[in-house]
């Protein structure tokens, strides 16, 4: 069986609340975290027809900061299905609804893996790649998999090499002290 990611997008909008903010006044990374396991859940239960638990999250960049008393929208579609798990797109969006700016303020990847009633890995639905825009987006998933292994391999401590490392690393700020 395969799905169009159409069929599972989700769209969310939220006021941000004063309750909401960090010692700032900015709205607090946490929650607009939590929004977005909360809203990639309900994109990948739609497509898959199944309870769904994060496996992942691939990258949270705060691009910009949210106010109090902005609308937040949060959007998500399936952008990658394996056999069990999915990859869901998410974008953060806030609006000044005074001003009618729109910032962008985050996208993130959050690979979700469906759960059947006794809590084992269920197949989820493929994927219908119906645009080139569909199919860059499962392509990025791909690699963004096998980049993953790479990073697991080369730094499992096993296969650490302190050499190919420890020039780089006297660049930094860190003072290196065997």
């Known amino acids: 069986?395969?799905?169009?990611?159409?069929?599972?997008?989700?769209e969310i909008t939220q006021l941000m609340?004063?309750?909401?903010?960090?010692?700032?006044?900015?709205?607090?990374g946490g929650h607009i975290l939590n929004l977005m396991d909360q809203i990639a859940f309900a994109c990948a239960s739609k497509h898959s027809n199944h309870y769904c638990v994060t496996a992942s999250v691939n990258r949270v960049d705060f691009l910009n900061p949210i106010e109090v008393g902005e609308l937040v929208t949060l959007k998500a579609s399936i952008n990658y299905t394996g056999k069990t798990s999915m990859v869901v797109g998410?974008?953060?969006?806030?609006?000044n609804i005074q001003r009618g700016e729109v910032k962008h303020c985050n996208s993130s990847y959050f690979t979700m893996v469906?759960?059947?009633?006794?809590?084992?890995?269920?197949?989820?639905p493929g994927l219908i790649l119906d645009s080139v825009q569909s199919i860059r987006r499962f392509a990025r998933s791909i690699a963004r998999q096998e980049q993953a292994k790479t990073r697991t391999t080369k730094f499992k401590s096993s296969e650490f090499k302190i050499e190919e490392h420890i020039e780089h690393i006297k660049t930094q700020n860190a003072q290196i002290a065997l």
Do not use: T, W, Y
């Not at 069986?1 to 989700?10: D, N, P, R, T």
């Not at 609340?17 to 607090?28: R, V």
């Not at 998410?90 to 609006?95: A, P, Y």
């Open 1 to 10: 069986m395969f799905k169009h990611a159409k069929e599972s997008q989700v």
């Open 114 to 124: 469906a759960k059947d009633e006794n809590g084992k890995n269920a197949l989820v």
């Open 90 to 95: 998410l974008r953060v969006e806030s609006e």
């Open 17 to 28: 609340l004063p309750s909401h903010s960090n010692f700032s006044g900015k709205i607090h």
